[in-house]
């Protein structure tokens, strides 16, 4: 199946610090990926979706202003947490699809945010 | 609101036997569905994706999909301890997945 890459894979900051997950589709295109959060014991909660060369899409409940998100290439994707508080800290989960007509995901390996 | 129903277990089953994982889905008109294996404190792996209502087979795993009555389902054969984890179900949406809560399957030695 396709890789997505996505780094780091935990991080620990102090509260009111920013925090750059970047997502890597390694061997296609991405012109569309998707972040998840998940915290513990349930399931996936899509944040929001990311169009190379757009604005994401939010989902209703995600503060777009403190998750901002930029598809600047085909290739990368980043998730900036920003202003971190402790009720942030979440499994944070990039997914893209290899194609555009696959409903197929792959997911990257995902971020573990612990905000202190 | 589009919906994917899953029990979320645990599933406790024998290792050597068969595990069986349902999933029901409310939109009539959707058209591809997925098996996703996540183990704890992972990311989701795509186990098996199907289209066509009738049964996909891909060694020890097996999907079935009834369009009609709306569920799929994944079978695991000869089940081994490795195979506990959560299996999420989803069933893709007019532009994104719908994803079930999960069921938590555990396989005893």
């Known amino acids: 199946g396709a890789v997505v890459s996505q780094h780091p894979s935990w991080v620990i900051c102090k509260s009111g610090t920013s925090v750059k997950i970047e997502c890597r589709s390694l061997d296609f295109q991405a012109t569309t990926m998707f972040w998840y959060r998940q915290f513990p014991k349930q399931s996936l909660m899509l944040m929001a979706t990311?169009?190379?060369?757009?604005?994401?899409?939010?989902e209703q409940g995600v503060e777009k202003d403190k998750f901002l998100i930029n598809h600047a290439s085909l290739t990368l994707s980043t998730l900036t947490v920003t202003s971190a508080h402790p009720e942030d800290s979440s499994f944070y989960i990039c997914?893209?699809?290899?194609?555009?007509?696959?409903?197929?995901?792959?997911f990257g390996e995902g971020s573990r945010l612990t905000v202190l | 609101q589009k919906e994917v129903e899953q029990n979320s277990g645990p599933l406790s089953v024998p290792e050597g036997a068969i595990a069986s994982l349902n999933c029901t889905y409310s939109?009539?008109?959707?058209?591809?569905f997925f098996w996703y294996r996540q183990y704890s404190g992972k990311s989701p792996e795509l186990i098996m994706s199907i289209y066509s209502n009738g049964d996909k087979e891909d060694g020890r795993f097996t999907a079935q999909l009834n369009k009609a009555s709306q569920y799929v389902s994944l079978l695991i054969r000869d089940s081994q301890p490795s195979d506990s984890a959560t299996y999420l179900c989803?069933?893709?949406?007019?532009?994104?997945?719908?994803w079930g809560a999960g069921t938590k399957l555990i396989i005893k030695p």
């Open positions: 997914s893209a699809r290899s194609g555009p007509n696959t409903g197929e995901l792959f």
């Open positions: 990311s169009n190379e060369g757009s604005k994401a899409t939010y």
């Open positions: 939109d009539r008109g959707s058209q591809s």
């Open positions: 989803a069933v893709r949406g007019n532009y994104q997945l719908i």
